[in-house]
């Protein structure tokens, strides 16, 4: 199993109550593109939660994206880094808070670890709109 702590901050006025979600991960050698359009594998019902105002929530902490066709092989820790290959882990929420007046609201999220020795937290986000975005 793929372990991911991803944390979910609420920055906004109001509490969020998340009503689904996705997640997945691809690891691809350092100059290649992220896949258009994401691929977020199957919406997870264990992200629905309510996070209140302020606060941060870790709602995936332990829990592997469904549906990998290449699932993440022995040897990808030291290749990624090796440099021979470039981890992103992306994915959405969808939400409603007070100011859900026609629908819900969606965020998109992506972060890349790119190993740079001697800087321990390797971990840097993504220039994709298609990944990050607030609708």
Known sequence: ???????????????????????????????????????YGTPRVEFRTLVPPGDTIFPIAAMAPKDRKNPWQADYADKIKAGVYKLIIFGFVEYEDDFSFFGYRKTGFCTRFIYYPPITDGWVGCDAPNYVYAK
């Open 1 to 39: 199993m793929s372990i991911y702590k991803v944390k979910i901050p609420d920055g906004g006025k109001s509490g969020a109550l998340i009503v689904n979600g996705g997640l997945n991960f691809v690891v691809l050698s350092p100059n290649a593109a992220l896949p258009e359009p994401p691929n």
